[in-house]
């Protein structure tokens, strides 16, 4: 079956460590995006990406990292110096950049700082 | 700027009533509307979607959602609520110009059912 998987759901990490957070499609999608979700704070987009080797920082990019070596993954590092990093993360696809098409989410990964 | 707007945070109506959720957009251009809905740790599932068209869009589940260009609504609606509705929902507008393919968020309404 197509679609986006999340790895791991669960995270926990130390003050202080970066942790990377696996994203992988099989839609044959080109563009990519991670969200972060705090309660009551709706989806911020962190980075997108609509092709690969390339991508544009989101609303709160601060702290967050990401590549795009392959066209089907796309993952997520989470440095040090992201100040309050515990959120859960999502992680979407669309079909083609610049075409009408909704977004496709992952089930997400809950990291918690320790 | 595009903007999403979602009044209600949180909703609560008794299984078998109907259910309306608001939605309130602000975009330059014709616009393009979704609603998600999210269970409780889980990603986003994909309702409805409006391009263009017939402005009542039928979705899963049994929602639909009319969109009011006048009014710059896009609100959701199901004639009779099920346990299995308690989530949130996420009302969201497709960006234009550069960062076509993207989309706005709405900060969500938290329903719950009462039995």
């Known amino acids: 079956d197509g679609g986006i998987t999340q790895s791991p759901k669960y995270l926990f990490r130390k003050e202080g460590q970066n942790v990377t957070l696996s994203c992988e499609q099989n839609l044959n999608h080109d563009a990519m995006y991670w969200y972060r979700q705090d309660p009551g704070q709706g989806l911020r987009l962190i980075y997108y990406?609509?092709?690969?080797?390339?991508?544009q920082k989101g609303d709160i990019a601060e702290g967050y990292s990401v590549s795009r070596e392959k066209k089907e993954s796309f993952p997520l590092t989470v440095t040090s110096a992201q100040k309050n990093p515990t959120a859960f993360y999502l992680c979407?696809?669309?079909?083609?950049?610049?075409?009408?098409?909704?977004?496709?989410f992952g089930p997400g990964t809950r990291l918690t700082v320790l | 700027a595009q903007s999403v707007t979602q009044p209600d945070i949180h909703i609560t109506v008794s299984e078998g009533a109907s259910l309306e959720l608001r939605c309130n957009y602000s975009?330059?251009?014709?616009?393009?509307l979704f609603w998600y809905v999210q269970s409780p740790g889980q990603g986003l599932q994909l309702l409805l979607k409006y391009f263009s068209g017939d402005t009542l869009v039928q979705g899963i589940k049994g929602f639909e959602a009319e969109f009011k260009r006048s009014q710059s609504s896009f609100n959701l609606r199901k004639p009779s609520v099920h346990w299995s509705d308690a989530a949130e929902y996420f009302c969201a507008v497709g960006a234009y110009g550069g960062s076509q393919g993207n989309l706005i968020f709405g900060k969500g309404t938290k329903l719950s059912v009462k039995p």
């Open positions: 990406s609509q092709i690969v080797n390339d991508f």
């Open positions: 979407a696809s669309h079909g083609l950049a610049g075409v009408r098409s909704e977004q496709f």
């Open positions: 975009y330059g251009a014709t616009p393009y």
